[in-house]
């Protein structure tokens, strides 16, 4: 795991090398500092000679500013690869992200896939730096300090021997008492991650349904749950303090005592003894570092685990291979389709034995009660989610026979929750198709009965819309991603009750305008309002997942109870409020 994190460090691996170098460069100074010290001590102080101790002074100034230098750049190095580290590892997630289909976005969910890309990725930056710095650091430390203290008494390192194996044993039992705490702990974040993203965007419901009170104890909810849990987890973290402080008085008082001894024995200097105490002192704290850092890296795995997942996951829809496409007529066919949604729980299919022939150019209309399945069906067209048996044909090759491009390409499509996005409305509109030319824009927003209020703003076609377009209307923004669908001038054209906030005047000019203008293409209709579709060519009747009836206005009238009872309901009451 760690070597595949390490190839995320692409473009930055000189700063990844040159820092741990640089924190063995820092360690390697500091630690020379005790072994000047003592030999000004013994040559300088115990001897009463001052030569000694103005070169060993002046050496430790120039090994100070090495060390600190050192350690500076250590820093920024590692910054530097951290930082990159996480920057690929966001950008190859988004990547990989892009090339989902809306069936994989389902499987993770939005807002888990946003924590992934944001708060995990922070983690593993600070694992990184850790490693890079504090670990290495702690390493060396270690190693040197042992070294140094066997070389220069052997004796007092058997001090070293017997606290160090209890120092150990407590801070492993104390790790394992923490790893699952803090591992409910990222649970718990998780969950306040999510509501709070599902919170924040779904604000306007949230408001309209004045659930801010209910909304606000599901965030204190999490938010203790949170704190609770982290709390738990440091706790027993800090526990680790009083057992340092145990160890550290104890090695002190047994080299104190043992190295005493041996000072009055003139087995030793006593400016070693010194110098050694200090060595200890580096080797306790230097397994405590390294602990903590082992702690931090299992933490960390738990936020590799899920962003590898992402970075694994095979996109389920992908494109066919390139070949000789048809050309484009707009011609759409459904073979005995049937399909059902993957995610868990929904087993059910939504569609069944759906056949359908849609001729170049024909304008059709979908009607059927709500969640009968009018969104899915025409989803299958562009690919967004693949059959489960049975095929969709476009222009007479299956769709899953296109390149993913080729095939959208020729599909224009209005969302039944269509967005906008921020920026200009050209820039959206040049979303569609990014060659159109000025005139084409206008034209596309002519038809899409949208030209007269773009106009209307004093900035026109440069105004700015804010994130989900938010400061243009309901019917404004309909109208909006249909004329961004028309600029693509495609071969075929689904609207998924998409001139539901638009009033049935300019419904009805908007019709008009695709009657006249899009004599070649295909349009499908997903509507609410018979009379919004009553002119098309032809009306398709879903009933829970299958076609009811097939035909014209008055052939349903006549043949299809359901139409005849959806068109009955509406003209109840004076039909639409306009
Ligand atoms: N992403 C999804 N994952 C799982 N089930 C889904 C998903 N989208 C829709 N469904 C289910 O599929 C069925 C058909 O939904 P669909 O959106 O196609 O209905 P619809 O006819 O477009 O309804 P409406 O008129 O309200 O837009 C519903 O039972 C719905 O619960
Ligand atoms: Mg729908």
Redesign the pocket.
Known sequence: MLRRIASYLKGYEKYAVASPLLVVLETGCELTIPLLMAQIINQGILKEDMAPIWRSGALMVVVAVIATFAGGMAAKCATNAAQGLGANLRQAEFEKISSFS?ADI?RFSSSSLITRMTNDVTKIQNMAMICLRILIRAGTMLIASVVLTLTISPKLALVVLVILPVMAAALLTIMRICMPLFEKMQKALDHLNETVQENLIAVRVVKSYVREDREREKFMDANDGFTAAGLRAVLRVVAMQPVMMICMASATVLALYFGGNMVLGLELDVGYLQTVLGYIMQILMSVMFVGMAILQYTQAQASTRRIFEVLDAQPTISGGGERELPAPQGRVEFRDVAFR?Q?EG?GED?LRNINLDIKPGEFVAIV??????????V?LIPRFYDVHRGKVLVDGLDVRDYPLDGLRGRIGMVL?NNVLFSGTIRENLLWGNENATEEELIQAAKDAQAYDFIMSFPEGFDTYLEQGGVNVSGGQKQRLCIARAMVRKPAVLIL??STSAVDSATEGRIRESFRQNLKGTTVII?A?RISSVQYADKIVV?DE?TVSATGTHDELMAASKIYKEIYDSQQEGGGENG
């Not at 059927?368 to 069906?377: F, R, Y």
């Open positions: 809306f389902d949604y995610t929904a939504v059927g009660g709500t969640g009968t399945g009018k969104s899915s069906l989803n039944q998924d009750d997903i609410q879903l997942g």
